[in-house]
């Protein structure tokens, strides 16, 4: 029986960017930040790159800045066109 702790290969990570655009906003013990991430991930057989909005909440408890919530949305790939379309 396969072992339950151990996961599927994750792919390497050869580099990733941030967006030169960061969006933070403090509202008291809570800061919100928005950006847009660019990994570049290689696997056996390909290097994808992917453009990824990153939102993350953070909350302010006992003097500690901590993560309470966190959305990665993959923006997808614009599909090529080859000539004219139908409506």
Known sequence: ?????????????????IDKTVLMKGLGNCAIVAFRL???IRTAT??????????GVFVRRRKTWQVFAWKSTEVPQPKQSYGPTEC
């Not at 390909?46 to 939102?55: F, I, P, S």
């Open 46 to 55: 390909e290097t994808k790159v992917t453009n990824d909005l990153n939102t």
């Open 1 to 17: 029986m396969k072992s339950l702790c151990r996961g599927p290969d994750l792919p390497s990570v050869d580099h990733v960017r």
């Open 38 to 40: 660019v990994p570049s």
